[in-house]
C-alpha cells in the first residue's frame, strides 16, 4: 500500500522532456531515456533472461538487507528470483541505453543477484570493466555460471560484505548502481564511502527509492549532499549526477 501511494504521489510530479531546461538532462532523456530504437543488444538479455526462467532449481539465498516482500522462505527456485526479484526486462534496457551512452569505463554494482542487471551492462559496452558484488554465495554462483556461458569476461565478480569491501577500496568507478541493500542506514552508508572518489561525470543510480518510508528518506538526504548536484526520480530508480557545470541544484520527476 506504501508503494501504490507513492506512485500516486509521484505521476501527480512527474512530466517528461517538455519543461526541462537543463541541455545535459533534456538529452538523457530524449537520446537515452525515450530511446525508442531496437538495438541488437536486447537479444542477449532476453536470451540471458530466459535461461534464468528455465531454471527450477532451489538455491538457499541469504538475504542481507530489507528481506523480500515476495519470498518467505530463503530457499527459493531460481526461475521464481528472475521472474519476480530481479530487474525487470524493461529496466536492464534502459540501463544497457545507460551504458552506451555514457560509454562507462568502470562500474560497480551493489547486489549481483541473478546478473541481470550487470549483464545488460556487460552485454551493450564489452569494454566496461564491471565489478559486482554479492553477499549471498549461492545467488553469486548461480550468476557466475551465467557470466561464463556468455562468455561475459568484463564482470567480475565478488562475494563479500559491502560495507568491508568499500572500507577498503579507494577506487573511481564512473557509474555505481545501487541495489543490494534497501534500508536507509546502509544506503547512506554506502554513499558516503562512494561519494569521496566521484568525478564529474559520475553517475550513481539507486533502486526503489520508494520501497519504503526508509528509502523515502534516505533519498531526500541523497539529494540534499553538497556534492549532488541534479537528481533525477524515475520512481523506480533514483539517478544522482555530480556535475559542477550546474551552479544550482536541479531535481526532476520523469516519467521513463
Known amino acids: 500500500m506504501f508503494q501504490v501511494i507513492a506512485y ?5 510530479a512527474s512530466t517528461n522532456q517538455h519543461g526541462v531546461h537543463s541541455p545535459f538532462v533534456y538529452d538523457l532523456i530524449t537520446k537515452c531515456f525515450y530511446n525508442k530504437t531496437e538495438l541488437a543488444v536486447y537479444k542477449k538479455l532476453d ?11 532451489r538455491i538457499n539465498v541469504t538475504d542481507f538487507g530489507a528481506g523480500s516482500k515476495l519470498f518467505k522462505s530463503p530457499e527459493r527456485e531460481i526461475a521464481a528470483i528472475a521472474k519476480t526479484a ?19 569505463d568502470s562500474v560497480l554494482e551493489l547486489g549481483t543477484s541473478l546478473g541481470l542487471a550487470s ?14 558484488l554479492e553477499g549471498c554465495p549461492e545467488t553469486a554462483a548461480v550468476a557466475k555460471a551465467q557470466f561464463e556461458a556468455y ?23 564512473d557509474l555505481v548502481y545501487f541495489d543490494g541493500n ?33 528509502m523515502e528518506d534516505a533519498w531526500a538526504v541523497l539529494k540534499n549532499h553538497p556534492k549532488v548536484t541534479i537528481t533525477i ?3 523506480y530508480w533514483g539517478f544522482v549526477f555530480f556535475r559542477a557545470e550546474h551552479k544550482h541544484k536541479e531535481h526532476f520527476v520523469i516519467r521513463a
Not at 524493461?90 to 540501463?95: I, N
Not at 549483464?119 to 559486482?132: D, E, G, R, V
Not at 561475459?152 to 565478488?158: D, K, Y
Request: proline share 3%.
Open 119 to 132: 549483464s545488460a551492462i556487460a552485454f551493450a559496452t564489452p569494454k566496461t570493466s564491471i565489478t559486482t
Open 233 to 235: 526520480d524515475t520512481f
Open 47 to 57: 536470451f540471458y533472461r530466459a535461461r534464468l526462467l528455465t531454471n527450477k532449481t
Open 86 to 104: 530481479g530487474i525487470t526486462p524493461k529496466r536492464a534496457k534502459l540501463l544497457a541505453r545507460l551504458a552506451q551512452y555514457f560509454n562507462f
Open 182 to 214: 534497501h534500508q536507509k542506514d546502509a544506503t547512506l552508508s554506502y554513499f558516503n564511502h562512494l561519494v569521496k572518489h566521484v568525478t564529474n561525470d559520475t553517475v550513481f543510480i539507486f533502486d526503489d527509492i520508494h520501497w519504503s518510508k526508509d
Open 8 to 12: 500516486f504521489r509521484f505521476l501527480f
Open 151 to 173: 562468455q561475459l569476461h568484463n564482470i567480475s565478480p565478488v562475494v563479500t560484505d559491502f560495507s568491508n569491501y568499500l572500507n577498503s577500496s579507494t577506487r573511481h568507478y
